[in-house]
């Protein structure tokens, strides 16, 4: 992949799924006989929000053998694990804007294969927490689904309120939660998202909290800003992701525009093993603020 992330899996679509409009859920299974490791061997993280890098072909190129596979230009994009077995993995995909995730499951055809990185995950509320905050767009809407299901049969777990932010009606799923549970949906197709300020509501609320938030990378700056900065909660008490990036584009122009010596300190922090991830963030965050990132 195009970073260290320990092995490297192949796997084949199975199965497409169409749950709505805009999202197509689409089954990949083990590759028998394969030169690299199958689905068979894919270690289980334990986190509920567990997400994994996809290599994916562009969206008219279909690759059938791992030999193939094994020297294709893959693109690398990050997905959650909706549900899986010991030979399958459903993955879930919006299909909105034109990114290769997006396009690739589009177009996807059984048969094809991709490349999976090792799964990772965050979801992991502190010992004695009052009550759970699941915020998140439709691009957080696979992983909050499986948390909610984490829960099934626990009673004893803090109660989780669930705020989706979708674009329209035809987008709401049934999701499987317990009668403890809360889930509200906002239908919204705004180019600036309600979520951080259902964070801002949420933690008002009485009690020893855990949020977790997921969706467009500003509005998840704009939420991880408050939780860290303004109420000063500790990092075991939220996680939060930028899924993606509505101005991806301007962003990236801005980005390679930089001058070497701004990446270069940008790099420095990031290579620094030995400093805290999330003030390792601040420090990015501040360093590129002046130039609009």
């Known amino acids: 992949m195009s970073r260290a992330e320990g092995p490297i899996y192949a796997a084949r679509v199975a199965a497409i799924t169409t749950l709505s409009p805009q999202m197509r859920r689409i089954r990949v299974e083990n590759v028998s006989g394969a030169h690299v490791p199958g689905i068979s061997e894919y270690r289980d993280t334990g ?14 190129t279909k690759i059938r053998t791992v030999k193939d596979l094994a020297t294709a230009d893959l693109s690398r ?18 299909l909105h804007g034109a990114g290769p995730g997006a396009t690739w499951a589009t177009h996807a055809e059984m048969g094809e294969l991709i490349l999976l990185g090792e799964p990772r995950g965050g979801y992991a509320p ?18 909050i689904a499986r948390i909610l299901e984490s829960h099934l049969g626990d009673a004893a777990a803090p109660p989780v309120i669930a705020v989706i932010q979708v674009a329209n009606a035809a ?14 949906w906002v239908v919204d197709a705004g180019d600036t998202g309600p979520l951080p300020e259902a964070v801002r509501d949420l933690t008002d609320r009485p009690g020893h909290g855990y949020v977790w938030f997921s969706g467009e990378a500003s509005e998840m ?45 940008l790099d420095e922090i990031y ?23």
Not at 47 to 60: K, M, Q, R, S, Y
Not at 171 to 184: F, G, I, K, N, S
Not at 244 to 262: F, K, S, T
């Open 47 to 60: 986190f509920a929000d567990e997400f994994v890098t996809l290599g994916l072909p562009a969206a008219h």
């Open 77 to 94: 994009r990050y997905y959650t694990v909706r549900a899986r077995g010991r030979e399958y993995l459903d993955l879930d995909f919006v």
């Open 126 to 143: 502190p010992a004695g927490c009052e009550w759970i905050a699941l915020v998140g767009d439709a691009t957080a809407l696979p992983a």
């Open 171 to 184: 987008e709401v799923q049934p999701l499987a939660h317990r009668l403890a549970d809360t889930v509200r």
């Open 221 to 265: 700056r704009t939420a991880r800003a408050h939780l860290r900065h303004t109420l000063r909660w500790p990092t075991e008490r939220w996680d939060t992701m930028g899924y993606w990036r509505r101005d991806h584009e301007r962003w990236q122009r801005r980005l390679a525009a930089l001058d070497p010596g701004v990446t270069a300190q």
């Open 271 to 293: 290579a620094n093993e030995e400093i805290d991830p999330e003030l390792a963030r601040d420090r990015a965050d501040s360093l590129l603020a002046p130039f609009g990132l």
